[in-house]
């Protein structure tokens, strides 16, 4: 029989307060209960016992009621019947509950179970949409363990040819839907990248990787990473190692615990700009051995322009020169025409460290394209190879470079060089365009920009088009120099250049 809670509004607070106590300890005992009454004794606190008769009408509400105590007004004993009779029905709807908790679960768990032994995409978007449903009808406990069943049954289904695709968006969707805060989505991934049978090293590795592409979730995942590695490095490093990860956006946010494991780890298949992230957020916290051995790695198998400047910097300020050393004449070393490497190596050691290794980096440049960059800007210092030094074998990229450097009467040369060289306009593919572009920035430099080059700004903006920063700069230039009206360009990007 169904009890309605606004009985209770006939007692007084501390005679509710007195009754609620008296059904805790267990003084009520239903004699009989019917659709419109009940009739219960109640133990009194001197041991004596009341019966209470109370009646109901057909909306359930209370219209009569009798206690055999000698309180006139509605008493403990009546209130300790009502929350008797409340409690059975509330216990009957929570069996109720159980019950059909129970067979949902059930049959989601069996949906998972049968999407795994299938292989079928469809039925884990079927599993996936029941536990959304179920969201608010199961208890929280219950919903987490589907979620991670489901997601080991995900990627488990991946790892024997499901789409890679459809899983991510399966993923996202269970995701979004179930709304977790940051907290529950870090117990949730703690537990996903536990070891586990069923959801090997490789199926974690893939679901690692899809989280760290996924903005809501890269930081917690990161984090919970960090502590299942802290529980089993062995198998956290399996699950490393089975991650290839993609370069990342611009934004992404490397978790610095996460970082250091990257770079002791190292598994290599990371894409250079993931490490390079990795370690510009490590440098404060991994130890040296860690830098060198990713700094090493990237300047063998990758461009260097991957490593932070960040990095020079941390081991220069911290005293690290021999290792600093050591990483710059590798990069001399591997690059037969990236000139940064040299320019780099000069910014970081010391005038008189510099002289003692000039025999040594002499050999180092022997062969390499970038030669003549380095004697027009330290010619005395290399001598011996004077004799093969030309200007016109220079890029306007190696000259700009150089532009703090050069003596006056070189300066006047690589002036006529390179205004000669925009005048012929003879760009061929980005890699020509963009050495031209070095040349205007540095006559720009020099105070000497050339008038003619206004000439020139057609093709450069059809050439530089996609980059909206060179464009930026050409802009600022024609503009500082008046040169606007005579290259044509409308005032709205003059505009955009100021802005």
């Not at 081991?315 to 020169?321: I, Q, V």
């Not at 011996?384 to 703090?404: A, D, P, Q």
Request: glycine residues 4%; contains cysteine.
């Amino acid at each position: 029989m169904k009890k309605y809670p606004n009985n209770f509004a006939i007692f007084t607070p501390d005679i509710l307060s007195r009754g609620r106590d008296y059904f805790k300890r267990g003084f009520v005992s239903i004699i009989s209960e019917s659709e419109n009454e009940v009739v219960a004794e109640v133990k009194g606190s001197q041991n004596n016992v009341y019966k209470v008769v109370l009646k109901f009408d057909e909306n359930h509400n209370l219209i009569d009621s009798d206690c055999s105590c000698p309180y006139l007004r509605p008493c403990k004993h009546k209130a300790a019947v009502l929350f008797a009779i409340n409690s059975k029905e509330i216990e009957a709807i929570r069996s109720d509950v159980v019950k059909i908790e129970s067979d949902k679960s059930a049959y989601t768990t069996s949906v998972i179970k049968a999407a795994y032994s299938r292989r079928s995409v469809d039925l884990l978007r079927k599993a996936k949409d029941l536990i959304i449903e179920s969201r608010y009808r199961l208890a929280p406990e219950k919903i987490f363990d589907l979620t991670v069943s489901l997601i080991r049954t995900m990627y488990g289904a991946y790892y024997y040819g499901a789409g890679q695709d459809v899983i991510k968006r399966c993923l996202v969707d269970l995701l979004d839907n179930l709304n977790y805060g940051y907290e529950d989505l870090l117990s949730l991934f703690e537990t996903c990248f536990e070891e586990n049978d069923a959801f090997n090293n490789y199926s974690q590795g893939q679901f690692l990787e899809t989280l760290l592409r996924l903005e809501k979730c890269s930081l917690a995942a990161q984090e919970a990473f960090v502590a299942s590695y802290f529980k089993n490095e062995k198998h956290a490093l399996g699950v490393l190692s089975s991650a290839s990860f993609e370069s990342p956006k611009n934004d992404f946010q490397v978790f610095p615990p996460f970082a250091v494991i990257l770079l002791e780890a190292a598994p290599f298949g990371t894409y250079p700009a993931f490490y390079s992230r990795a370690l510009q957020e490590a440098l404060n916290t991994a130890d040296i051995g860690s830098i060198k051995k990713l700094v090493k790695h990237l300047n063998k198998t990758h461009n260097q322009s991957y490593i932070p400047e960040s990095t020079y910097e941390y081991l220069a300020n911290r005293g690290y020169f021999e290792d600093l050393e050591t990483i710059l004449l590798d990069s001399l070393y591997e690059y037969d025409s990236d000139f940064e490497s040299y320019v780099r190596l000069r910014k970081y050691l010391s005038p008189e460290r510099f002289k003692e290794l000039a025999p040594r980096i002499s050999d180092l440049i022997t062969n390499k394209k970038f030669l003549n960059a380095v004697l027009l800007r330290d010619g005395a210092m290399f001598p011996m190879h004077l004799r093969s030094f030309s200007v016109k074998k220079l890029t306007s990229k190696e000259i700009f470079f150089c532009k703090e450097d050069l003596d006056e009467s070189v300066k006047a040369e690589v002036v006529l060089l390179l205004r000669k060289r925009l005048t012929d306009c003879k760009a061929k593919g980005k890699e020509s365009t963009m050495d031209l572009f070095y040349a205007l920035l540095f006559l720009d430099y020099v105070n000497d920009f050339y008038l003619s080059a206004a000439m020139f700004e057609p093709f450069i903006l059809n050439a530089i088009s996609s980059d909206t920063t060179l464009r930026a700069i050409w802009l600022g230039i024609v503009s500082r120099h008046d040169l606007w009206k005579k290259a044509g360009i409308i005032p709205y990007e003059v505009n955009y250049v100021s802005n």
